[in-house]
């Protein structure tokens, strides 16, 4: 069997195991140019040429390296349509806390306007407005990169795909948080905020994680977005618009092509998690806690959840990656972490409050990496091979995919 590993795949000899595949509907590939160009021929609202004057200056927000989206195609689309010199738009990279890009990354990323876009600084931003917080207790201040902020209109991609905390991801999300600032990744993504029991993976409507965001991006941007998502056969399809109903619509494709039904109880999973999600254990985690925290976990508790993944910049280099690597590194065990972390914690670090609550229930098993000294810190186990962390006769799980597969209980 073949597993999604780095940009190519991982052979796995799995005739000793009594497996399962978790194949999802997966949706058919569209042309990504002419899905992009129809969609903003036909937006959410008013088309993007009526929003701006040739005498504004224009922000767009683009998804940073952790994200499959074609943005040298989406930005190229958009930078047509704009009724305003070249040089009255500017380029952001929606960083959150994550690392900043490199140059080669940016010309990968955005092609020939490459020369337009900065790494956002998430030190360098303004605040625009309160949000009312979760539990009622007092406001948490939205605040937004500088450049966006002085723009006349704010424009965003953004990539529509399962999210653990926002259902799927997304519309004002690229600029709230990829554009925003520390105090508001460190309430979107504190203890109070996922603890609500509305915010889950695959969950868009009640979910105030969503809620968050939209009312953020009301205050902050975007004003128009384009965004696509994706399946395993490729970007399944584009929406321009309004951030609210570009989710939506994208979610609704989204949930038809990635859900898929398991029954009964898995003594394993082996959990494929494609580029650029296995760069490091912050982002290559996830393959596990989707599954785990999912809307329907089918291994049963104490079974092994495995993730094959070279992971060649260990735990991350990004202010987050490496607040998620500390958690960890002090912690003396999942419990322990867990409870600690339940009365708070640093923006960034919610990746390690997500994974020790998994590992309350489920051993997560990294193989086939390049920093086993990393994943052995991060109470998880390395294994040079997918086969070591399986006993002969287990029933297997296989999600080829697991960042775009949603299990659900049949």
């Known amino acids: 069997m073949q597993i999604p590993y780095g940009e190519g795949e991982l052979d796995i000899d799995l005739s000793a195991y009594d497996v399962t595949v978790a194949e999802p509907p997966g949706g058919e590939a569209v042309d990504v140019p002419a899905a992009a160009e129809a969609a903003l021929d036909d937006p959410h609202g008013p088309a993007l040429e009526t929003l701006a004057s040739p005498d504004n200056e224009v922000a767009v927000v683009v998804t940073d390296v952790t994200r499959d989206t074609p943005d040298d195609v989406l930005l190229a689309e958009l930078l047509?349509?704009?009724?305003?010199?070249?040089?009255?738009?500017?380029?952001?990279?929606?960083?959150?806390?994550?690392?900043?890009?490199?140059?080669?990354?940016?010309?990968?990323?955005l092609g020939e306007n490459a020369d337009l876009a900065v790494n956002?600084?998430?030190?360098?931003?303004?605040?625009?407005?309160?949000?009312?917080?979760?539990?009622?207790?007092?406001?948490?201040?939205?605040?937004?990169?500088?450049?966006?902020?002085?723009?006349?209109?704010?424009?965003?991609?953004?990539?529509?795909?399962?999210?653990?905390?926002?259902?799927?991801?997304?519309?004002?999300?690229?600029?709230?948080?990829?554009?925003?600032?520390?105090?508001?990744?460190?309430?979107?993504h504190g203890p109070e905020m996922l603890g609500e029991p509305g915010v889950r993976l695959g969950r868009v409507d009640d979910n105030p994680f969503r809620e968050a965001l939209d009312k953020a991006g009301d205050l902050a941007g975007p004003d128009f977005c384009v965004n696509v998502t994706q399946g395993?056969?490729?970007?399944?399809?584009?929406?321009?618009?309004?951030?609210?109903?570009?989710?939506?619509?994208?979610?609704?494709?989204?949930?038809?092509?990635?859900?898929?039904?398991?029954?009964?109880?898995?003594?394993?999973?082996?959990?494929?998690?494609?580029?650029?999600?296995?760069?490091?254990?912050?982002?290559?985690?996830?393959?596990?806690?989707?599954?785990?925290?999912?809307?329907?976990?089918?291994?049963?508790?104490?079974?092994?959840?495995?993730?094959?993944?070279?992971?060649?910049?260990?735990?991350?280099?990004?202010?987050?990656?490496?607040?998620?690597?500390?958690?960890?590194?002090?912690?003396?065990?999942?419990?322990?972490l867990y409870d600690e972390m339940r009365e708070g914690y640093e923006p960034g670090a919610q990746r390690a409050f997500v994974v020790a609550r998994a590992l309350r229930r489920n051993p997560v098993h990294i193989t086939n990496c390049d920093r086993p000294d990393v994943v052995r810190e991060c109470l998880m186990t390395p294994h040079e091979t997918v086969t070591e962390a399986l006993t002969p006769g287990d029933r297997v799980l296989v999600v080829p995919d697991s960042l775009h597969t949603l299990v659900t209980a049949p």
């Not at 010199?85 to 890009?101: A, D, Y």
């Not at 407005?129 to 424009?155: H, K, Y």
């Not at 109903?245 to 039904?261: K, P, R, T, W």
């Open 120 to 188: 956002h600084d998430p030190d360098s931003v303004v605040q625009v407005g309160e949000l009312d917080r979760v539990n009622g207790e007092g406001t948490v201040p939205v605040e937004v990169n500088r450049i966006v902020d002085d723009a006349d209109l704010v424009v965003a991609t953004g990539m529509v795909e399962p999210h653990q905390y926002a259902g799927f991801s997304g519309g004002a999300k690229t600029v709230v948080i990829g554009a925003g600032s520390e105090s508001m990744i460190r309430y979107t």
């Open 80 to 109: 047509d349509r704009l009724p305003v010199p070249r040089e009255n738009v500017s380029v952001t990279l929606g960083l959150g806390l994550h690392r900043p890009m490199t140059d080669e990354e940016i010309r990968d990323g």
């Open 232 to 336: 395993p056969s490729g970007i399944l399809g584009v929406s321009a618009g309004r951030p609210r109903d570009v989710v939506h619509e994208l979610a609704s494709v989204g949930l038809d092509a990635l859900s898929v039904d398991m029954a009964g109880e898995y003594d394993a999973a082996i959990t494929g998690v494609p580029a650029p999600k296995d760069a490091n254990l912050y982002q290559a985690s996830r393959a596990a806690t989707y599954l785990c925290l999912g809307p329907h976990n089918p291994v049963r508790e104490g079974g092994r959840v495995v993730v094959p993944a070279r992971i060649p910049e260990g735990a991350g280099e990004g202010t987050g990656e490496q607040r998620f690597y500390e958690r960890f590194k002090n912690a003396s065990s999942a419990e322990a």
